[in-house]
Every structure is written in structure tokens, then in C-alpha cells.
């Protein structure tokens, strides 16, 4: 059985089955995992690892769901798109719940919003598919006629992270399921029960079977689907290092990777100060700074060095780190320990190369499990130090030192993580000098690196990813042309 999160218990365990062809089931391995909670640290859940077999049946079903769907018109996919927002909605509390539960991220701060912005990946993808057409291109001659039309691409594995969930496995079913493909989504076992526990809205809203199913897993399953004949098209969330063993893995299949970030905030002389580190400070600590656009570097012009620095410090007394199911709390435990460890690392390398941790850099005491993590300023960050270098995922803001504009801009592009950029500045001209030589994705300017819109055309510059385009559902289709040759007596 599923639980339900208005049932969870405290001390209880569910035992949580996969989604695959429409169905339940426990599959066919004899295999399974054991999943304890960040916040708690209690066993919460079990859920069974798939075999080949059951993989195989996914495959099988999503092809069989495909076939099914390519003659319904965009409306009658579009309609389906919009029974499922609309009993999306009703689920939202009781499936916060278990994210907060099972993620760490806060109840009342973000998961509600999380859940509840999920949903709306549907709502855009059903409005979007209506008009959403091919074009007539012109002939060399008169007889002939030539258009296109966009095909779904097929059956797409979609290998998505922990630190969203529900979010980032709708990103690709919403836009996947309203042009007609058949959508495998592989989340990690430990954050799987949310997602599960949104499937039933799947099934309630008539989803063809076998049109979406759910097979958490660890990277070997994940493998099992990149490397599967069945398999059209990858959709991959994640690390950098295992994207690219993805690419290299997956042949010809289609794919929209999207990878890690390295996003600096650039602070300039004239910029405003106190709402530069509020939001500096937001997209350090928003989910625990386990974000691809979360601020993982401050770059601060000398000038205002100073001042950034104490409305930083006043900023972050806002910070409260505590039970994710307290309503006063807007900071949760870090999701998992080797994200704790990487944060312990980068704090000590910081240490040793000589910069001044300003507050937090620790593990905060008193907590029911070691993943609570300080709230962390470091001041005088060496750009060599791995906190700058890498993407730190955790709730760390280092400030970094630059003498101009100029240097400013160099320092922001020594990265090969250009996913999303912060620059403030009262300075329209500036706005715009810096936004054409940052080399990211994304530029925002006067506001957070974790600014985010589910339409927004989202992807790195300098490696990080593919990313998505202005029209997301057009990433999943093929362009079909047809050319028609009429009589040449009329
Ligand atoms: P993180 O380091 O943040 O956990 P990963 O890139 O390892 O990020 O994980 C993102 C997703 O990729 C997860 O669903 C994970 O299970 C999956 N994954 C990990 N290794 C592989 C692999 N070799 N092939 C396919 N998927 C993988």
C-alpha cells in the first residue's frame, strides 16, 4: 500500500510500491531500499528496487501509450493536461507534507509553493500545445507544397535529482505528456514517495497506461534506461559528472541535460547594498542552498565591500534553522550526507586558505539527525578555494574580492558552471555592459540567482548544459516535413 501523508506516523514505516504500465506493483526483484528521513532520521519508508523485467515492461507499456496517443488531437491532450492540474491542486497539503519529510525543505516556507508550482508545468504545457503549429515553407515551384509538422519524439527516460523532487520530474512530464510522449521518470529511491504519491493523480485523470510510470532507483537504474533500446530520449537533471557519463552512454537518443551552477552575484559600487545581500543571503539559504541557481559566490566590488558585508551579517539573522514542519522555520536540514560533507570540505579548504568565516561553518548542535547545517558567511574567499571553484549545494555565501567592473566580470566567467547570474546595480548602462560579457544562461539583474519562473527559458552557457528552450514543448517533438506534389495542369 501507499500511505498516505495525512497517515504518516511518527515510528511508522510504509512500504511504498512502483508506478509502472498504470499499474502498482511491488515488481519483480527481490530487492529493495530503506529510506530514512533528514529531518527525523526515522525509517520512513521502504520502496522495492525494480529488475531488468520490470523495466522492460515500462518501456514496453510507454511505446504501447505512445502508439495510443499519436492520433489524439493537441486539445484532447491539452484537456488531459488540465484534468490533471485541476486534481493536482486538491493534493497539495498532504503531499508537502511527505516532501518536507522526506526532502528536509520547510512545510509552510517552500513546500507547499514547490507542490502547488509543480502542478502548474500541466497548465502551461495544455495552454502552449493549443498553439503550437508547424509552418508552411515556401517552394521553388509552383505545384509543390511543403510544411511541417511537430511529432512526439517517443518514449523519454527522465533521470531527475533530490533536491526537487516532484518540481523537476514535471518539467519534462507536463511539456512530455501534451505533445503525445510516454514519459519513465527515475527519481533517486530516497525522495520518491511524493512523486509517488502525486502518480494517483495520473491515474485518476485517465493517463493512458503505461504513458508515465515512476521507478525510483539508484544510478544503476538510471543506467538501465539511458542504456535501453526502448529509450527515444533522455531528460537528465543533475550533476555535471554524471551527465556527462550519461552523453556518453546514451548513443543517439534526444536529450535535454541540465547540470550544475556556479552562480556569482555581482555586487557593484552603486549598487543597492541592503537589497543586494538579502538576496544574496535568500539564494544561499532558500532549500538549504541545494538549488542549480542558489548563490554559490558573492563577487564584491571593493568599494562596497564593507557595507555588503555588514548588511550580509544583518541579513542573515533572518535565517532560521530549525524542524521543517515548525511554521517559524525557513531553513530545513541538508537533504543527505554526502552534501553535509561537501559542505565540511569546502568549509575547511576555506579555512586553510586563509579566508574569515564569518558565521556558521559547522553542523548546528541539537538536532535530531547531523544534516542541520549552520548558515555560513565566509569573507575573503580566495578564488582557488573549492567554494568557488565548485558548486557548493549547501547553505554557504562566500564573498569574493574584485577591484572594478571589469574584474568583476572576469571573475564571474572563470567558471565552466555558467547556469544563472545576479548583478546589482542602479546603472541601466552597467545593467547591460555586464550582462553581455557574463557568460550564463540566465543574467538577472537586481535580483536573487534563484529567481525562477516555470516558463523561463532556462540553460547554461560555458558547458554546463542544454537546457531549455523558449517553447519547452517544442524540445520535445520532431520536426516532420511534408511535401505535397499537386497536379501541374491545374
Ligand atoms: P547528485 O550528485 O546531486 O545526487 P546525480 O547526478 O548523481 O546528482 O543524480 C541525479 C540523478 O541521476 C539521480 O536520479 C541519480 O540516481 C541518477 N544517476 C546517478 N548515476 C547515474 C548513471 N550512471 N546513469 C544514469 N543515472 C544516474
New binding site residues.
Partial sequence: MNGSASGYISGMTTDLKLFIAGEWTEGSGDDHYEVRSPVSGEHIYNVPKASQADIDHAVMAAREATEQMRHWTAFERAELCLRIYELWQTRVEDVARILTLEQGKPYAAESIDDIAESGDYFQIAAEDVKRFSGELIPTTERHRRMFTVHRPVGVWAA????NFPVMIPMEYVGPGLATGNSIIV???EFTSWALLEMAKVFEEAGVPKGAISVIP???DI??AL?THDGIDAIG?T??S???K??VSQMGLKRSIMEMSGNGPTIVTSDADIKKAAEAAVYGAYYNAGQVCCATERVIVVDDVHDDFVEATLKSAQEVRLGDPFDDNTNMGPLNNSPTADKMDRHVADARERGAEILMGGGRAKGHPTDLYYEFTVIDRVPEDAQVSQEESFGPVLPILSARDDSDAVAVANRTHLGLQAAVFTNDLSKAFWYADRIRSGTVVVNDSTDFWETFQPFGGAAGTDTGWGRQRIEEFTDLQTIVFSLREDM
Fill in positions: 533521470i531527475t535529482p533530490w527515475k527519481p533517486p532507483g539508484a544510478g538510471g543506467e539511458v537528465f543533475g550533476s559528472a554524471t551527465g557519463r550519461i
